[in-house]
């Protein structure tokens, strides 16, 4: 191997490829948009700059601390669903059964369609006069009329939104969890069988604790994909009733574009991307204490 001066220059020009595609499509655009936050930055008239005047503003503005609120509890709400159902399905279909297989099939089918169509489909779903949500509950009697699933009471929304998302995305994680317990050792496995080890008692004392990483890092990137949840709840609420399901991210669409506040558009997208920090920091910490 070589360690020389001709080495690190091989292996820089290795990582020059990720290091330019970092740099264009993640620095410059976050440097940017800090730079975008410190202004009155609108389409129609040239950028002034406020310093801090936008920031401000966000800490005052109660309609984005509801959204935020909104935003964290369904996160909360969202992410323990998908992660112990992606974990049950993937210790039920962890062996490499024909049976099993089809079934990781059938639930990772959803992953690959867009989120658009997806909410999209759900929102046909769940129509008051054409969906087949309110079809079946009044043929099988357990509604008389049909349900107005979406728009008109929050948490009915809710209802209707997180299981079109848990549909959606549980076989992200599911895929991912199975890796991971195929990844035990069989051995491991098999040795605290013979000891007399419960299938409750293998799952949470042996395969849990080996697959805690991976285990944290879905949960990450849950607890990401939740706080920049826009596209179901745009589709299929468009933040109604009264602006009660605008997340975070749709409120910072509404201030950006339609109002064109690029400005404070980009301050509050400041915030929710320092919030994200804190979850990658936080879920860092968990993952470097799972080694010790």
């Known amino acids: 191997m070589r360690h020389g001066p001709r080495g690190r220059l091989v292996g820089f020009a290795y990582l020059a490829p990720a290091l330019l595609f970092v740099l264009a499509f993640t620095a410059y655009p976050l440097v940017q948009m800090a730079w975008m936050s410190l202004h009155n930055w609108s389409l129609l008239s040239p950028p002034r700059f406020v310093g801090l005047a936008n920031y401000e503003r966000a800490f005052n503005d109660t309609q984005f601390w509801v959204s935020f609120r909104f935003t964290l509890l369904y996160t909360v709400l969202i992410t323990p669903v998908l992660i112990i159902g992606g974990y049950a399905l993937a210790l039920l279909t962890a062996q490499n059964t024909v049976l099993r297989r089809v079934t990781r099939t059938v639930v990772f089918i959803p992953v690959v369609i867009g989120l658009g169509v997806s909410s999209l489909l759900w929102y046909w779903l769940f129509s008051t006069d054409f969906g087949l949500v309110n079809r079946a509950l009044t043929d099988l009697g357990i509604a008389d009329e049909p349900v107005l699933w979406l728009g008109v009471d929050a948490g009915v929304s809710n209802f209707a939104i997180s299981a079109s998302v848990v549909w959606k995305v549980i076989g992200f994680g599911m895929i991912l969890f199975v890796a991971a317990i195929q990844a ?77 506040k690029l400005g404070y558009g980009a301050a509050l997208s400041m915030i929710l991307a320092f919030t994200i920090l804190v979850f990658t920091v936080i879920q860092l910490l968990l993952t470097r204490r799972s080694h010790q």
């Open 184 to 260: 035990v050792p069989s051995d491991v496995v098999e040795a605290a069988l013979v000891d007399g080890a419960s299938h409750r008692q293998r799952v949470t004392r042996v395969i849990l604790p080996l697959t805690l990483r991976t285990v944290l890092l879905v949960t990450l990137v849950s607890v990401i994909g939740s706080l920049l949840a826009f596209d179901q709840f745009y589709i299929m609420t468009a933040g109604q009733p009264g602006n009660e399901t605008a997340t975070s991210v749709f409120y910072i669409y509404l201030n950006s574009f339609p109002y064109l």
